[in-house]
Nanobody, 126 residues
């Protein structure tokens, strides 16, 4: 059972930045495609970003492309999400997720990710 723990969320002003971290344990980290999703109360969980086993390939949701950056450090069993130029509509609980399949097929489909963290709250004030 792979376990994921997110951290780094908080309250920021519009235009500001945050870096979220997700530490994995219980598995070989570089064997997992990693992703980030986010969810606002009353709405479906949305795709944010995904990264391949060794970090060579990344994908982003249209709403965050050019503003957020996903990266990973396999030596530290950690995946990061850098959130820049934040907008109030970025306010959500951000979830780290993992899957053993490669990143290219269905990268935005949450059902393909078998392991999930508890989430970390990001709130962006106007």
């Amino acid at each position: 059972q792979l376990q994921l723990v997110e951290s780094g969320g908080g309250l920021v002003q519009a235009g500001g930045s945050l870096r979220l971290s997700c530490v994995a344990s219980g598995g070989t980290f570089n064997a997992y495609t990693m992703g980030w999703f986010r969810q606002t109360p009353g709405k479906e969980r949305d795709f944010v970003a995904a990264i391949s086993w060794y970090g060579k390939t990344t994908y982003y949701g249209d709403s965050v492309k050019g503003r957020f950056t996903i990266s990973r450090d396999n030596a530290k069993n950690t995946v990061y999400l850098e959130l820049n130029s934040l907008k109030p509509e970025d306010t959500a609980v951000y979830y780290c997720a993992a899957r053993k399949t490669n990143v290219h097929t269905g990268y935005a489909e949450q059902g393909r990710f078998a392991y999930w963290g508890q989430g970390t709250q990001v709130t962006v004030s106007p």
